[in-house]
């Protein structure tokens, strides 16, 4: 993602979590601002089995969706961390490999 440097919170209760060599996503947290579908058409390319998963009639949000964010989460928070990230560089990418994926 790009986020040599970045603070994200260790605590496996936030939305966004590093774990010890990865970050994950607290998808309990994560279903309350948006639905698994949305996941799954984000993942498709990535790993279909997990958009499949997301698809599925077992994977319901009002089952599994948390019954409230965590505290510390606020505009501003989620603010900070999005600052951190070289969004506009990951967009010129992304566009320069659409129209010549192959250079």
Not at 15 to 40: C, D, E, K
Not at 50 to 59: E, P, S, V
Not at 65 to 75: E, I, Q, T
Request: aromatic content about 12%; glycine content about 8%; charged content about 20%.
């Amino acid at each position: 993602l790009g986020l040599a440097g970045a603070r994200i919170p260790t605590d496996p209760e936030q939305v966004f979590f590093n774990g010890q060599t990865r970050q994950y996503i607290n998808m309990s947290h994560a279903f309350r601002l948006v639905g698994p579908r949305w996941f799954a058409s984000q993942l498709e390319m990535v790993d279909v089995y997990l958009a499949a998963i997301l698809r599925g009639d077992d994977c319901d949000a009002a089952r599994y969706k948390s019954a409230r964010l965590p505290s510390g989460l606020s505009f501003g928070s989620v603010w900070g961390l999005l600052r951190q990230m070289p969004m506009w560089r990951q967009y010129q990418l992304g566009s320069r490999w659409e129209r010549a994926p192959l250079e």
